[in-house]
């Protein structure tokens, strides 16, 4: 049984650098793809059921103003506002365009929502301040 020993002679020695540096050289070539952030999905809520409550779309803010009284909160972006109104039952959120000089109802939702509709006529209801005229 012979046991060889490994040759480290100068030219032997030299070929073993050359193929560490290779291997080292190999690695850093390696080019790796820069890790993109993950983005967190949202999931966005089914779109309420359409239409409008008939006496409520396109009223003017005043006639809004005079039948439901002050917004809790008011939101304003560019040509449309919306304004909000709470109560310890629900939240009744109007969304209004501004068409020419006047801003008009456009789009009325409450939360919780209605079954036919986005809007729920109790919530709304309960809202109605007393007008002293009728809206025409």
């Known amino acids: 049984m012979s ?5 480290l002679s100068p030219y032997s020695s030299a070929r073993l650098l050359l193929l560490a540096a290779c291997v080292l050289l190999a690695g850093c070539a390696t080019s790796r793809q820069p ?4 983005v ?5 809520p089914a779109a309420p059921p359409a239409g409008e409550p008939a006496d409520l779309a396109g009223l003017k ?4 103003r005079e039948i439901f009284g002050a917004p809790n909160f008011v939101r304003k972006e560019g040509a449309m506002e919306l304004w909000r109104y709470d ?13 020419g000089q006047a801003l008009l109802v456009r789009h009325v939702e409450t939360l919780p929502r209605g079954s036919a509709m986005a809007a ?3 919530c709304l209801d309960s809202f109605h301040q007393k007008s ?3 809206i025409s």
Do not use: E
């Open 132 to 134: 002293p005229h009728p």
């Open 87 to 99: 109560s310890s039952g629900c939240k009744a959120f109007f969304f209004l365009y501004l068409y």
């Open 35 to 38: 890790t993109q952030p993950r």
């Open 120 to 122: 729920d006529q109790t």
């Open 40 to 44: 967190q999905q949202t999931i966005v």
């Open 61 to 64: 803010s005043t006639q809004l």
């Open 3 to 7: 046991i060889r020993y490994l040759d």
